[in-house]
């Protein structure tokens, strides 16, 4: 049976399954060449998206609000500073009047829990910008720039170097493991992924053969075909600044990581923003091997096809 999407929210990759993830991964490609083309369908024309957002924001913002402009759709920014959302209005009640006036709702904050009272209550597709615990349409922009660099993915080795409890580990994780791509954390221990998340992940990987790794050996990165990173200290944790930069500078990835790898092919990614110095080097990720921007570029295509795949028959 063909893949149908029609009015399913993205909150967690947990919820898509293999079929549906290389679904989209392949409406990403097409949204993307027929970009490249010049070629216009104007598929949202007459559809309304809510863009809230708690937390600010570059390519997440960018990449919904062109994405849905570019097809005829209306896309309406809406603050913290311009809506009540869970403050003198409950998110219930938010969630019941936005889903009356618009198509679809966008969430960027920090509670997943938010994001899951707006999908409950609103009866419109609601789609996970980012949340402190999953960010999964960067996942999805991640694999597609992967599919892009070598094809086949099943079985690539993808590295992950840094914080390893945040949103995009967390993500990288799921998806790889459900795509059968081996996957390898390296993290001091302190920063290790949750226990509950590794037992949903192990079930993935066991059926798709992808091999999950989580190490603070930071030879672990042998053989890698793509080594990420993040910065080390996420939106809401600016008070651990210090202790994290402490923790983590032995994981900077720097040349001489790169080289660790032992393939002149190995690429780089990098969700950005970067601080240049911090987590990685500025000749890394302005290097020859880094891959950050069309990474950032193919935020678009996936949210678009995402949107596309949830609200157009």
């Keep these: 049976m063909p893949v149908s999407l029609f009015g399913r929210s993205l909150l967690t ?21 027929e970009s490249k083309s010049g070629k216009i369908k104007r598929r949202f024309e007459g559809k309304t998206l809510a863009m809230l957002f708690e937390k600010r924001s570059t390519r997440t913002r960018c990449a919904f609000e062109t994405a849905f402009g570019e097809e005829g759709g209306h896309p309406v920014f809406l603050s913290t500073s311009d809506i ?30 938010t994001a899951e009272i707006l999908a409950k209550y609103s009866n419109v597709p609601v789609y996970n910008g980012l949340t402190d615990i999953y960010h999964p349409t960067q996942a999805l922009a991640d694999i597609l720039t992967l599919t892009e660099n070598f094809g086949e993915v099943r079985e690539k080795a993808l ?8 949103n995009v580990a967390t993500s990288l994780m799921i998806i790889c493991a459900k795509l059968g791509i081996n996957f390898t954390i390296i993290t001091p221990d302190e920063l290790k992924p949750y226990g509950d998340i590794r037992k949903k992940i192990d079930s993935f990987a066991e059926k798709s053969g992808a091999v999950t790794t989580v190490t603070s050996d930071i030879k672990a990165v042998e053989g890698a075909d793509a080594v990420y990173t993040d910065v080390w200290v996420s939106m809401g944790e600016e008070a651990k600044k210090e202790e994290r930069i402490k923790l983590l500078s032995p994981y900077q990835v720097n040349q ?43 935020r678009k295509h996936t949210i678009k096809a995402v949107m596309v795949a949830t609200l157009v028959k």
């Design 159 to 166: 590295c992950y170097i840094g914080d390893g409890r945040n």
């Design 256 to 298: 001489k990581l790169m080289e660790m790898t032992g393939k002149k092919e190995t690429i780089f990614l990098h969700c950005l923003p970067a601080v240049k110095g911090e987590e990685v080097t500025a000749d890394v990720i302005d290097g020859p091997q880094s891959k950050a921007w069309d990474q950032a570029e193919n």
């Design 84 to 113: 009540q959302l869970g403050g003198k209005e409950s998110i219930e009640d938010t969630a019941r009047v936005l889903g009356r006036m618009f198509s679809a709702i966008q969430f960027r904050g920090f509670k997943q829990e």
């Design 13 to 33: 990759l947990l919820d898509f399954s293999q079929e549906e993830i290389l679904y989209l991964l392949k409406l990403s490609k097409k949204l993307k060449n």
